[in-house]
């Protein structure tokens, strides 16, 4: 028998057979070990992601920053150039509340609160008929969200919908640039993790919702403090100054020797002046008529000016701002001064107003006591709820014995 027949005979015998078994058999498992263990490592990052997007929401993140820091998690779990939150609306319209890059991806100026028509053939029109997963390529883009993902060297969407309470609330989508497609497994990432943070999103939309009630509320009540200064002013106060015209004519016309009677209507003048300074008072801090008037540089330079406390203003206003974010800004200085005048026992307040392309900065800082606390009857609540109302965010520090920096960033 030759070397070669031996060979053969050896390995094709029992113990090859039983070597390449086992092989096999490690193999297999190895293959099974790392399975398991991607799957592991899948599961632990999209836990951790949901840690953080819970840890986020328990400090009052705004709706916004909440949405946007699932969109973040979401585009980092399943490594996307970009993802974001859609809600759906009843006008066949989604409206973009957040929204992520990755930082190695070209820069897309994020299209918070714009509004898309859902088109037939959309990626949503598709999630809203089917209520599950959707993928479409740059091919297939249609619409005007369509063409803006094109414009954007966007060339793969997987939509994903998201049920809240019963309903569906809207989608998540995350977006690709280049030609390789997704990971086929992407569908599933995704869904199990909407499913994680389904609580999550409830909650910020349920915050959403009552920054809306706020929202009428406080413009409501903006709205009737308005129309009582107009009614004040163009009503009760005209009546007494007209009043007060007819008093010192009637003084002036008085016969000599009736000092008596010239004294008691010089007395009822100087009541009634008084009585209208205190109506201005009033008319000024139910709504400034000067904001109206002026503007809102204008009225934050009167409310410096009437200070006890001397303040450094410097005012740099944002052109074309709305009567709200006018209103908010007033209110904000008003009630900080005020606080500052009332606890702070401060030499001097800096305001500082800025803005860019992006959002407005207002910071309030003292030299005062410090141990300013939301809450404490410092009437910041109430600044708050302003804040809240125009998706901004409020922050305050107070550290006993070194002053109060109050600062509030408003998105634009």
Not at 110 to 121: D, N, Q, S, T
Request: charged share 25%; proline share 5%; hydrophobic share 40%.
């Amino acid at each position: 028998m030759g070397v070669r027949d031996a060979v053969t005979r050896l390995a094709n015998g029992p113990a090859a057979r039983s070597l390449r078994a086992r092989a096999t058999e490690s193999t297999a498992a190895l293959r099974s070990a790392l399975v398991d263990r991607a799957e592991l490592d899948r599961l632990e990052r999209a836990h951790g992601a949901l840690r953080r997007v819970t840890t986020l929401v328990a400090r009052g993140l705004s709706p916004t920053e909440a949405f946007t820091a699932v969109a973040g998690e979401l585009g980092a779990l399943v490594r996307a150039d970009h993802a974001a939150i859609d809600r759906y609306e009843d006008d066949q319209t989604a409206t973009v509340v957040g929204w992520w890059s990755d930082s190695h991806s070209p820069e897309i100026i994020a299209p918070i609160a714009e509004r898309w028509p859902i088109g037939p053939r959309s990626a949503a029109a598709l999630v809203l008929r089917t209520g599950g997963p959707v993928r479409r390529s740059a091919a297939s883009f249609t619409g005007e969200a369509g063409a803006w993902a094109r414009s954007h060297g966007i060339d793969h969407i997987v939509s994903c919908p998201v049920w809240v309470e019963g309903r569906l609330w809207g989608d998540v989508a995350v977006m690709f640039r280049g030609e390789t497609p997704p990971p086929d497994d992407t569908e599933t990432r995704l869904e199990d993790f909407v499913e994680l943070v389904a609580c999550t999103l409830a909650q910020a939309e349920s915050r959403a919702d009552l920054i809306d009630s706020r929202a009428r509320v406080i413009a409501a009540s903006d709205a009737t403090r308005r129309r009582i200064e107009r009614d004040l002013h163009d009503g009760v106060q005209q009546h007494l100054v007209a009043l007060t015209f007819d008093l010192r004519a009637a003084e002036s016309a008085t016969p000599a020797g009736h000092d008596d009677l010239r004294k008691r209507l010089t007395n009822t003048g100087e009541s009634l002046a008084n009585a209208i300074s205190e109506l201005q008072e009033i008319c000024r801090g139910l709504h400034p008529g000067v904001l109206s008037k002026s503007g809102l540089k204008t009225a934050l330079q009167t409310l410096a000016r009437r200070s006890p406390v001397p303040v450094e203003l410097r005012a740099e206003v944002p052109p074309s701002l709305s009567e709200q974010l006018q209103v908010t800004l007033y209110y904000i200085v008003s009630e900080g001064l005020n606080n500052v005048a009332k606890h702070a026992d401060a030499s001097v307040v800096r305001v500082d107003l800025d803005h860019d392309d992006h959002e407005i900065r207002l910071s309030i800082r003292d030299d005062g006591r410090g141990g300013a606390v939301v809450g404490h009857g410092s009437g910041l609540i109430g600044l708050k709820d302003r804040v809240d109302t125009v998706n901004g965010t409020l922050r305050l520090r107070s550290p006993t014995g070194e002053g109060t920096w109050l600062e509030v960033t408003i998105p634009r």
